[in-house]
C-alpha cells in the first residue's frame, strides 16, 4: 500500500510517501518538506504564535494536496513535542483539524523514543544485540535502550537543538560563562538517565539518528548523503569534541559552508554538538553509528505491523 507520513516536528513539517507492505523495507516515493520552526514560535507563555500556526497549517494542507496526488491510501499524521508542550496545543491542532480535515496525533516523548527505536532495531537487526539509541530532534533527545524490538528504557529529554537555540543563542553565542552554564545543564539532565540505561549492561551497539547527528557526522568527515543508506556513518567522539570549540567561533555563514549543514539550521549546530558530544562523553562511548531509519520510519513499521495483524 502507498502512505503518506506527515512528520510535524519542532524544525521541519515533512511529508514522506512510501510504498509498504508487510515483510519488505519500506520504499521512499516522495518526500515534501518545509521548514517551520515550531520550536521557535512560541511566546512566553510557551504557546503557538498565530504565525506559527498559520504556517502550520498552510503546510498541512498543502502535504494533503500532495498525498493525494502521489496516491496515498491513507495519511499517517502526528506531531512531536513542539506541539505536545505548547500551551496551547488543542487549539493548534483544532484549528488544523478545522482547516484541513486532518487529525494530528501528538506523540508522547515515550512513544517518540520508542518508535525510533524500532526503526532502527529492524535496519540493524537482532546481530547488534542490546541496542543504545540517541535521537536529538528539535525540540527534545530520546533516549531508549533494550534487547528487543520494544524497548525497556524509553525517555525523552527537553534538550532539543532548536530548543536550546531560542533559549541560549537568541541573541548570539553565550559568552564562556554562558557555555559553561548550558554544558553543565545538558550533561546533568543526561546523567540523570544514563544509570537506568547502562544497569542492564553496557549496549552492544550504540546508534544516533535524525537529523542533527547526521550533519555532525558529516562535518566530521563521514560519507554525503549522495553515497546512499548503505553506507557505514559513524560520528566519533575524538573528531567531534576537535570541532566543538571551532564551531564555537564560527559565523553562521562560515557553518552553513560546512558539509551536511543546511543555512536554516546553522544557529542548532553549536547546541546540537553540546548534546551529542555529551551523550558520547557520559555514556563512555567512542563512536556513534548513523541510522538512515529514524521516528516516520517506526510510525510505518507499527502501521505495516498492525494491519499485518488484523489480517
Known amino acids: 500500500m502507498r502512505l503518506g507520513v506527515l512528520d510535524i516536528g519542532s524544525n521541519t513539517g515533512h511529508l514522506l510517501v512510501v510504498d509498504a507492505h508487510d515483510g519488505a523495507a519500506p520504499l521512499p516515493a516522495y518526500s515534501y518538506k518545509e521548514p517551520l520552526r515550531l520550536a521557535e514560535h512560541l511566546d512566553d507563555d510557551g504557546a503557538v504564535s498565530p504565525a506559527g500556526i498559520d504556517a502550520l497549517t498552510t503546510f498541512t494542507n498543502q502535504a494533503l494536496r500532495v498525498a493525494e496526488d502521489k496516491g496515498c491510501e491513507e495519511m499517517l499524521a502526528f506531531a512531536t513535542s513542539a506541539v505536545r508542550e505548547s500551551g496551547n496545543a488543542g487549539d493548534v491542532l483544532d484549528h488544523v483539524r478545522q482547516r484541513t480535515g486532518v487529525t494530528l496525533e501528538v506523540l508522547t516523548g515515550e512513544d517518540e523514543a520508542r518508535l525510533t527505536f524500532l526503526a532502527v532495531r529492524r535496519w540493524f537487526g537482532w546481530s547488534s544485540g542490546r541496542l543504545a539509541v540517541f535521537d536529538i530532534g528539535g525540540g527534545s533527545l530520546e533516549i531508549a535502550a533494550g534487547s528487543d524490538e520494544a524497548p525497556d528504557i524509553a525517555r525523552s529529554l527537553p534538550l532539543g537543538a532548536a530548543r536550546l537555540a531560542a533559549r541560549w543563542f537568541r541573541d548570539g553565542p553565550p559568552d564562556e560563562d554562558g557555555v559553561r552554564r548550558l554544558r553543565r545543564q545538558i550533561r546533568a539532565d543526561i546523567a540523570q538517565h544514563a544509570g537506568s540505561v547502562l544497569r542492564p549492561g553496557r549496549p552492544d551497539h550504540a546508534v544516533a539518528t535524525s537529523k542533527t547527528f547526521r550533519s555532525l557526522a558529516r562535518i566530521c ?83 505495516i505491523d498492525r494491519i499485518s495483524r488484523s489480517g
Open 221 to 303: 568527515g563521514a560519507a554525503p548523503s549522495a553515497e546512499g543508506p548503505l553506507v557505514e556513518r559513524v560520528l566519533r567522539g575524538e573528531e567531534l569534541s576537535d570541532w566543538v570549540p571551532k564551531l564555537m567561533t564560527m559565523s553562521r555563514e562560515a557553518l552553513a559552508d560546512l558539509p551536511g549543514v543546511s543555512s536554516s539550521r546553522t544557529h542548532q549546530i553549536v547546541p546540537g554538538a553540546l548534546v551529542a558530544e555529551a551523550v558520547l562523553d557520559i555514556f563512555d562511548l567512542a563512536e556513534l553509528e548513523i541510522c538512515p531509519w529514524a521516528l516516520r520510519e517506526g510510525v510505518i513499521l507499527e502501521r
